[in-house]
């Protein structure tokens, strides 16, 4: 635990201050027998949590957009902050994206540090001119004069029956371009850590939740409930060790992942399973070590598989450790279709469990489940 | 009476020219009524239309059986969606019924409509049948769009009606190029872009009613005003609630949307204005009954006072009734076992769509391009799912 804040902090006072925080927990927990992750959180509660705490902690940071303040947040994600910081810091929008992401993005030049919330990211396409040719590129414009301190965050990627025009992924679109920042936290962890990151960063981020994870807790460390508590930007998380297939995936795919990993481990293949936390920057260190490992890849995303984030994650393979390579790069992503509404088919246009089961075999050279080995 | 069983088998739309006897109990009359709205209409840049509404007998129980129809069929979908057989979003109607039904009796089926995401009563005015709007909510192959569009995206181009769209105010600019389209066929039809409060202050509303007035378009942009932006009351989201009057340069009228006469009477007009010199905007003051979606109770931004003013004092429905009653159109037993039979043709409706089975699964690849030249599709495992588009 204090070698995990060594490693975000760097060394300098900030450490030993952090380390004097963490010390007294650290004892007290001891004392009363707990163990370190006794508590569950909900991504939810993970998010409003780190609105919260940063809030408090800079007056410049703001929150814009449909729903967030007296509806509580459409997906109750803002709860409770109208209430604490009032309407100058939590406004309700119009429904308007091009004109109130402009109005973010412009806040944001003049030193502000908006949370524009989009109620999903397909309704972010009305307001894409100003995300990247108002936000992404000004610090480069500029020469370095006009920097965005902004946060563009809401749910991205399929839900349940929500049909075509409201299931995109647009992680690789905004992956896309220098300048944007992409995260897509998965667990409660993840939610707290990269969204307090994303808020701190002085560059436009682009923050991808997912609808489905909402409601899904997780164990989280007196650590991560600090509220100091952040993780680096560009760095993957190894969720699983293994050694003889690496797994890619972000947001909703990491829970189907580690899913196939267990399957696969009663067959007696050890998957290594990654959390890439970030798309942009994307860690290719951390990828690129456990294809050297493992010698295997599986990439699986939900969006649409064309000039997908698992097609860029193949060529960076190839270009750093082809060698390494004992197999083809397997690519598990959505079906190439717009997404169906009937049940059926829309449950055939999304990755499921088997498929990355299916994919990490083929890697393997196997077709049929062997028992395990010593 | 036979006669009047003869009747109430009818399809509503389609009352027979017959004159019958002063005394018959439900009167299928085309005999001319004269009513009067609930209120003048308010006008922008332009005269308004008279308040004296031309009708029939059979017209008004036309109106009273159509949105009856319309009011099942959306609490019915409330019904079934809690019972998880409708999935995803769900944006009832009811309330709003009397904007459908009267603009359908204004125009025609080549006129155009287009509106947004709260669309299975529009899909019914313009001639869709219960059974394919069910089917579609239920993701079954029946659907109207064989349960690959689901409730926000209902069609019927056969009919003009040209969805049945999620992104709000998107619908708007596409009404305007169905219009320009129109006028580039010299069809001397119009269109109807419906709209909600929220989406009248999306910017493309305003882009594309400029050019539909530089270019004069047979546009007719439609807010229906329901006094609510999902959680965003009007005046919380716009600075001029005043939406007829919103098209600036563009004429606009202000219409009670409860009044399905003073609906008809702003759409015949609207269309014959717009034909002639290019869009307008009408605001139908109306109201839902139910929240935003299903998933919005609906009563956290609106006492439940409010929503019960409203169903007391405007219901569409109820109105039509008082106007049967008030010229002796059909007894208050007549429309209740109208009612009733609406309740039952609804169920039947319900059943039938519980019959059809879920699409077939090739249909994951179907209609993604109108020619795909052969090039090939794939499922989430490319080497276990692919198809060729043909």
Same mark, same amino acid.
């Given at each position: 635990?204090?070698?995990?804040?060594?490693?975000?902090?760097?060394?300098?006072?900030?450490?030993?201050?952090?380390?004097?925080?963490?010390?007294?927990?650290?004892?007290?927990?001891?004392?009363?027998?707990?163990?370190?992750?006794?508590?569950?959180?909900?991504?939810?509660?993970?998010?409003?949590?780190?609105?919260?705490?940063?809030?408090?902690?800079?007056?410049?940071?703001?929150?814009?957009?449909?729903?967030?303040?007296?509806?509580?947040?459409?997906?109750?994600?803002?709860?409770?902050?109208?209430?604490?910081?009032?309407?100058?810091?939590?406004?309700?929008?119009?429904?308007?994206?091009?004109?109130?992401?402009?109005?973010?993005?412009?806040?944001?030049?003049?030193?502000?540090?908006?949370?524009?919330?989009?109620?999903?990211?397909?309704?972010?396409?009305?307001?894409?001119?100003?995300?990247?040719?108002?936000?992404?590129?000004?610090?480069?414009?500029?020469?370095?004069?006009?920097?965005?301190?902004?946060?563009?965050?809401?749910?991205?990627?399929?839900?349940?029956?929500?049909?075509?025009?409201?299931?995109?992924?647009?992680?690789?679109?905004?992956?896309?371009?220098?300048?944007?920042?992409?995260?897509?936290?998965?667990?409660?962890?993840?939610?707290?850590?990269?969204?307090?990151?994303?808020?701190?960063?002085?560059?436009?981020?682009?923050?991808?939740?997912?609808?489905?994870?909402?409601?899904?807790?997780?164990?989280?460390?007196?650590?991560?409930?600090?509220?100091?508590?952040?993780?680096?930007?560009?760095?993957?998380?190894?969720?699983?060790?293994?050694?003889?297939?690496?797994?890619?995936?972000?947001?909703?795919?990491?829970?189907?992942?580690?899913?196939?990993?267990?399957?696969?481990?009663?067959?007696?293949?050890?998957?290594?399973?990654?959390?890439?936390?970030?798309?942009?920057?994307?860690?290719?260190?951390?990828?690129?070590?456990?294809?050297?490992?493992?010698?295997?890849?599986?990439?699986?995303?939900?969006?649409?598989?064309?000039?997908?984030?698992?097609?860029?994650?193949?060529?960076?393979?190839?270009?750093?450790?082809?060698?390494?390579?004992?197999?083809?790069?397997?690519?598990?992503?959505?079906?190439?279709?717009?997404?169906?509404?009937?049940?059926?088919?829309?449950?055939?246009?999304?990755?499921?469990?088997?498929?990355?089961?299916?994919?990490?075999?083929?890697?393997?050279?196997?077709?049929?489940?062997?028992?395990?080995?010593? | 009476?036979?006669?009047?069983?003869?009747?109430?088998?009818?399809?509503?739309?389609?009352?027979?020219?017959?004159?019958?006897?002063?005394?018959?109990?439900?009167?299928?009359?085309?005999?001319?009524?004269?009513?009067?709205?609930?209120?003048?209409?308010?006008?922008?840049?332009?005269?308004?239309?008279?308040?004296?509404?031309?009708?029939?007998?059979?017209?008004?129980?036309?109106?009273?059986?159509?949105?009856?129809?319309?009011?099942?069929?959306?609490?019915?979908?409330?019904?079934?969606?809690?019972?998880?057989?409708?999935?995803?979003?769900?944006?009832?109607?009811?309330?709003? %019924?009397?904007? *459908?039904?009267?603009?359908? #009796?204004?125009?025609? !089926?080549? @006129?155009?409509?287009?509106?947004?995401?709260? $669309?299975?009563?529009?899909?019914?005015?313009?001639?869709?049948?219960?059974?394919?709007?069910?089917?579609?909510?239920?993701?079954?192959?029946?659907?109207?769009?064989?349960?690959?569009?689901?409730?926000?995206?209902?069609?019927?181009?056969?009919?003009?009606?040209?969805?049945?769209?999620?992104?709000?105010?998107?619908?708007?600019?596409?009404?305007?190029?169905?219009?320009?389209?129109?006028?580039?066929?010299?069809?001397?039809?119009?269109?109807?872009?419906?709209?909600?409060?929220?989406?009248?202050?999306?910017?493309?509303?305003?882009?594309?009613?400029?050019?539909?007035?530089?270019?004069?378009?047979?546009?007719?942009?439609?807010?229906?005003?329901?006094?609510?932006?999902?959680?965003?009351? %009007?005046?919380? *989201?716009?600075?001029?609630? #005043?939406?007829?009057? !919103?098209? @600036?340069?563009?004429?606009?009228?202000?219409? $009670?949307?409860?009044?399905?006469?003073?609906?008809?009477?702003?759409?015949?007009?609207?269309?014959?204005?717009?034909?002639?010199?290019?869009?307008?905007?009408?605001?139908?003051?109306?109201?839902?009954?139910?929240?935003?979606?299903?998933?919005?109770?609906?009563?956290?931004?609106?006492?439940?006072?409010?929503?019960?003013?409203?169903?007391?004092?405007?219901?569409?429905?109820?109105?039509?009734?008082?106007?049967?009653?008030?010229?002796?159109?059909?007894?208050?037993?007549?429309?209740?076992?109208?009612?009733?039979?609406?309740?039952?043709?609804?169920?039947?409706?319900?059943?039938?769509?519980?019959?059809?089975?879920?699409?077939?699964?090739?249909?994951?690849?179907?209609?993604?391009?109108?020619?795909?030249?052969?090039?090939?599709?794939?499922?989430?495992?490319?080497?276990?799912?692919?198809?060729?588009?043909?």
């Amino acid at each position: 635990m204090l070698g995990a804040a060594r490693r975000q902090l760097g060394s300098g006072p900030m450490l030993g201050q952090v380390l004097q925080r963490l010390r007294p927990a650290a004892a007290t927990n001891a004392a009363r027998g707990y163990s370190a992750a006794a508590k569950e959180m909900t991504v939810r509660d993970a998010l409003n949590s780190a609105l919260d705490e940063e809030m408090s902690a800079d007056p410049s940071v703001f929150l814009m957009g449909e729903e967030v303040g007296e509806y509580q947040g459409a997906y109750k994600i803002t709860k409770g902050l109208l209430d604490k910081y009032g309407p100058d810091r939590v406004l309700d929008t119009p429904i308007t994206e091009a004109g109130f992401t402009g109005i973010g993005v412009g806040a944001a030049y003049q030193g502000l540090r908006p949370v524009v919330e989009f109620m999903t990211f397909n309704f972010s396409m009305q307001a894409i001119d100003h995300i990247i040719n108002s936000a992404a590129k000004s610090n480069y414009m500029s020469a370095g004069q006009i920097s965005v301190p902004i946060v563009f965050r809401g749910p991205n990627g399929a839900a349940a029956g929500v049909g075509a025009q409201h299931s995109q992924c647009y992680a690789a679109w905004y992956a896309h371009v220098p300048g944007l920042k992409v995260l897509t936290p998965y667990s409660a962890e993840d939610a707290r850590g990269l969204l307090k990151a994303a808020i701190r960063d002085p560059d436009p981020v682009i923050f991808l939740e997912n609808e489905l994870l909402y409601g899904e807790s997780f164990p989280v460390s007196a650590e991560v409930l600090d509220s100091s508590f952040c993780l680096p930007i560009g760095k993957a998380k190894i969720e699983r060790e293994g050694k003889d297939v690496t797994i890619t995936a972000f947001s909703k795919m990491v829970g189907y992942a580690l899913q196939a990993a267990e399957i696969l481990s009663k067959e007696g293949i050890s998957a290594e399973v990654i959390n890439l936390r970030s798309i942009r920057p994307l860690d290719r260190a951390a990828i690129n070590a456990s294809v050297r490992k493992t010698n295997r890849l599986v990439t699986v995303e939900e969006g649409f598989p064309q000039h997908g984030v698992g097609a860029e994650i193949c060529m960076s393979v190839v270009e750093e450790c082809f060698e390494y390579l004992d197999a083809p790069v397997e690519r598990i992503a959505g079906a190439d279709v717009p997404m169906p509404y009937a049940a059926n088919i829309e449950r055939m246009a999304v990755p499921q469990v088997d498929d990355i089961v299916r994919a990490a075999k083929r890697a393997c050279y196997r077709a049929v489940p062997m028992a395990a080995t010593a | 009476m036979a006669a009047a069983a003869l009747l109430r088998r009818l399809p509503a739309s389609r009352a027979p020219a017959t004159a019958f006897m002063a005394a018959r109990p439900i009167s299928d009359s085309t005999a001319s009524l004269t009513i009067e709205t609930s209120v003048p209409f308010t006008a922008h840049l332009v005269d308004p239309p008279s308040r004296d509404v031309t009708t029939s007998p059979a017209e008004l129980m036309t109106f009273f059986r159509d949105m009856s129809v319309m009011r099942r069929m959306e609490i019915a979908a409330d019904s079934l969606y809690k019972a998880k057989l409708i999935r995803g979003f769900c944006h009832l109607y009811d309330g709003q %019924e009397a904007v *459908a039904v009267g603009m359908e #009796a204004a125009i025609t !089926r080549n @006129d155009s409509i287009i509106t947004a995401y709260r $669309d299975h009563c529009i899909y019914l005015a313009r001639g869709g049948d219960l059974v394919s709007a069910f089917a579609e909510l239920m993701g079954r192959e029946a659907g109207c769009s064989r349960g690959k569009g689901g409730s926000m995206h209902f069609y019927k181009k056969d009919a003009n009606f040209y969805g049945g769209h999620g992104i709000v105010g998107a619908q708007v600019p596409l009404g305007c190029g169905l219009a320009f389209a129109q006028k580039y066929k010299k069809e001397d039809t119009a269109t109807f872009a419906l709209y909600g409060d929220g989406a009248a202050n999306q910017g493309q509303l305003f882009e594309a009613l400029n050019i539909s007035a530089l270019w004069k378009l047979p546009a007719i942009l439609v807010c229906e005003n329901n006094h609510y932006g999902m959680g965003t009351a %009007e005046w919380r *989201a716009a600075k001029s609630p #005043a939406y007829y009057k !919103r098209g @600036d340069y563009v004429p606009g009228l202000k219409v $009670d949307g409860m009044d399905v006469l003073a609906v008809k009477q702003a759409c015949k007009f609207a269309k014959d204005h717009a034909v002639a010199n290019g869009p307008i905007v009408l605001e139908m003051d109306t109201y839902r009954y139910h929240g935003h979606s299903m998933s919005d109770p609906g009563s956290t931004y609106r006492t439940r006072d409010e929503i019960s003013g409203v169903r007391q004092e405007r219901d569409p429905i109820e109105r039509v009734r008082k106007l049967i009653y008030a010229y002796d159109l059909a007894t208050a037993a007549e429309l209740k076992d109208m009612e009733k039979e609406i309740r039952k043709d609804v169920d039947a409706a319900i059943a039938k769509a519980k019959e059809s089975s879920m699409p077939d699964t090739s249909e994951l690849f179907t209609n993604v391009y109108k020619k795909g030249f052969g090039v090939e599709s794939f499922g989430p495992d490319r080497k276990e799912m692919r198809a060729t588009l043909p």
